[in-house]
């Protein structure tokens, strides 16, 4: 029911920034929360980041938290993920999630739609 494509990821060196973006198709972006979620080789997928539907709650894994900030601007369909501060351990394929419910998403499982993932790589 609705289509997540993420950009703007690439290679960066540690302690520069990127912003991720997700762009979704249809015209009911505002009553999903999303979430971001990294894998990287070898290892689960894992909670990084999600907002609430209106954009004014967020939620931060611990080895993210003050240095990545999620936002969202409905009228344009997107989630962002601003990183700053990048670490070579930040190295993963970066997911868009969407959750059809009032809770943001936390876990894989509770999760309705994933993009195709962009590859991010912070060399040290």
């Known amino acids: 029911q609705v289509q997540l494509v993420e950009s703007g990821g690439g290679l960066v060196q540690a302690g520069g920034s990127l912003r991720l973006s997700c762009a979704a198709s249809?015209?009911?972006?505002?009553?999903?929360?999303m979430g971001w979620f990294r894998q990287a080789p070898g290892k689960e997928r894992e909670f990084v980041a999600a907002?609430?539907?209106?954009?004014?709650?967020?939620y931060y894994a611990d080895s993210v938290k003050g240095r990545f900030t999620v936002s969202r601007d409905n009228t344009k369909n997107t989630v962002y993920l601003q990183m700053n501060s990048l670490k070579p351990e930040d190295t993963a394929v970066y997911y868009c999630?969407?959750?059809?419910?009032?809770?943001?998403?936390?876990?894989?499982?509770?999760?309705?739609?994933w993009g195709q993932g962009t590859q991010v790589t912070v060399s040290s």
């Open positions: 999630a969407a959750r059809q419910a009032i809770l943001v998403p936390l876990r894989e499982d509770e999760c309705d739609y």
């Open positions: 249809g015209r009911t972006f505002g009553t999903y929360t």
């Open positions: 907002i609430t539907r209106s954009g004014t709650i967020t």
